[in-house]
């Protein structure tokens, strides 16, 4: 068991909590169209640890989501992250941010869609069938995107669900205020900890779209 600060910056919202021995402690976000994570982030932090009476030295390692998402706002979070696993000599933790969202939404059945806007008709999206992804790519969406999943229930979810909505024909839930948050990390983060999961905190980078493999998977 462990204590884990999980960091999550890949949209618009900025969020920082606590899990400790796997249950979560402490959530601190703000959800800005003007990106002010770096002016949160380091605020974030300490607010998260003055409130759950923790020691910042307690800590085991600390969790920041990767991407995909806003290339400003990953760096944000990464620096924070790296910066305390080098200070405080504590392994790193990287989670893909699709997988992320997958982990919060509330849904047990069905092809979840998370998306993450990016520009014009474009999004940043994976398919995932019970927990099980299948590829994440920037998808430029028109109205036959997603057509072959139309015999199943579909959800789809995160920033790039309003656009989805307009663009799309077919049949589906739109949840377009949902956020990847550091609150749905806290499974996650635990897991790799205890699966000793640990980035190389020099050389680690925020895995934009190019660094993701292709894992194509049946959906049944």
């Known amino acids: 068991m462990a204590i884990i600060l999980n960091i999550e910056t890949a949209t618009r919202n900025c969020s920082v909590s606590i899990v400790k021995n796997g249950i979560f402690q402490i959530l601190v976000e703000e959800n800005s169209k003007f990106y002010s994570h770096s002016e949160n982030i380091h605020k974030f932090i300490d607010y998260v640890f003055k409130k759950s009476a923790i020691s910042i030295y307690e800590l085991n390692a600390v969790s920041v989501s990767k991407g995909p998402g806003s290339y400003t706002g990953l760096r944000t979070g990464v620096s924070a992250a790296k910066g305390l696993c080098y200070g405080l000599n504590i392994p790193l933790i990287a989670i893909d941010t699709l ?18 806007d990016s520009q014009r008709n474009e999004v940043y999206t994976a398919i995932f069938n019970k927990k099980k992804m299948t590829t994440i790519e920037a998808k430029i969406l028109d109205e036959d995107s997603f057509i072959e999943y139309t015999k199943n229930k579909i959800y789809i979810f995160g920033d790039g669900a309003q656009k989805a909505r307009k663009l799309l024909k ?32 020099e050389s680690f980078e925020p895995f934009y779209l190019k660094d993701f493999l292709v894992k194509p998977i049946k959906v049944e």
């Open 99 to 116: 997988t992320i969202m997958v982990h919060g939404f509330n849904a047990n059945q069905g092809i979840l869609i998370p998306m993450i």
């Open 170 to 201: 077919i049949s589906a839930y739109y949840r377009p205020e949902f956020f990847p948050s550091a609150k749905y990390m806290s499974s996650l983060s635990e897991d790799r900890f205890q699966q000793h999961k640990f980035e190389n905190i």
